[in-house]
């Protein structure tokens, strides 16, 4: 038997796996384009020149190009009214070629989030946050149209890698409505037991070294020692986070929300940051746009 020092854990990898769901999503575009001559279309909607928006919403863009998605590039101005920014998800609703639709978050303050993700069209709503979707996703016997895509990434990446998440504990570290609560959802759905841990919780780390399954999406560098992870489990580390790193060029480097370089010494499964769950969110949001495309085109 090896000491436990030599044990490392099954890095899972996010940019593999979400090349293998590119393929399969360009492979039915190419169906859908030879059998019907139309093509799905993503509208993605940006307002303001957040950088780090910036840099998601080009890699969005870059995604479809490649998969044979035509995307509809949406870019207004950070003091675009919530009125303009609503009636041009209005007009995206209308348009038959656009069967996704993305509003960037976040918003800037004077637009009430809320609102403007409530307008957008439910059999368009391919980041799954309207509330309607959420709601489904959260009540037994039903099923939304659309899985928000980093949560819907999160589950993929277990069940690839051959993780069984029926009556598993699972702990969902963060409550965001991005993440943290679709993904507990998601894994109820499963039937999983599920804890969410949060900014309020006594004693997280004791609830957290119960798990089987961790999904780490609190936003914070590092905060999931290793001595807190059961033997064996399997963690999701959904966090980015900059941190200062003055030998790289960009003067940062990416964390996540574990420390990585413990953790691998006992949980079973574990994915990296960057090359995890990152690439997923952008595969799962093609996958749902090629879903949505295919319920208007094949009817």
């Not at 020149?49 to 044979?68: F, I, L, P, T, W």
């Not at 969902?172 to 959802?185: E, T």
């Not at 999904?215 to 905060?223: C, H, L, P, V």
């Not at 420390?259 to 499964?269: H, I, L, Q, T, Y």
Request: glycine share 8%.
């Amino acid at each position: 038997m090896a000491s436990s020092s030599d044990h490392q854990a099954t890095v899972i990898d996010g940019k593999a796996v979400a090349h293998t769901i590119r393929s399969e999503v360009a492979d039915e575009v190419r169906q859908l384009s030879q059998k019907y001559g139309k093509v799905p279309g993503l509208a993605v909607v940006i307002v303001g020149h957040r950088k780090d928006s910036q840099s998601y919403v080009s890699m969005k863009r870059k995604a479809c190009a490649e998969v044979g998605i035509k995307s509809f590039d949406i870019n207004l101005p950070e003091q675009v009214s919530e009125a303009e920014l609503i009636s041009k998800v209005h007009e995206l609703n209308a348009n038959p070629d656009v069967h996704g639709i993305l509003v960037q978050l976040p918003l800037p303050k004077h637009v009430n989030e809320e609102k403007v993700l409530g307008e957008i069209s439910l059999e368009k709503d391919v980041d799954g946050f309207h509330p309607l979707n959420i709601g489904k996703l959260a009540m037994k016997g039903r099923e939304p149209l659309f899985l928000p895509c980093t949560p819907k990434g999160c589950l993929e990446l277990l069940s690839r890698s051959g993780i069984s998440i029926k009556g598993k504990k699972a702990v969902v570290v963060g409550r965001s409505n991005i993440v943290g609560l679709p993904v507990s959802l998601l894994l109820l759905k499963e039937d999983a037991t599920v804890t969410i841990v949060h900014s309020h919780t006594k004693e997280p780390e004791k609830i957290i070294r119960e798990a089987d399954i961790v999904i780490a999406a609190a936003g914070q560098a590092n905060m999931i020692q290793g001595s807190w992870i059961k033997s064996g489990a399997a963690v999701i580390d959904v966090g980015t986070n900059a941190v200062d790193d003055r030998t790289k060029k960009s003067g940062y480097r990416l964390v996540g929300d574990v420390d990585f370089k413990e953790a691998s010494k006992v949980a079973g499964w574990i994915t990296p940051v960057p090359g995890g769950v990152g690439p997923m969110t952008v595969a799962m949001l093609l996958k749902n746009t090629v879903d949505g495309a295919k319920r208007v085109i094949e009817q």
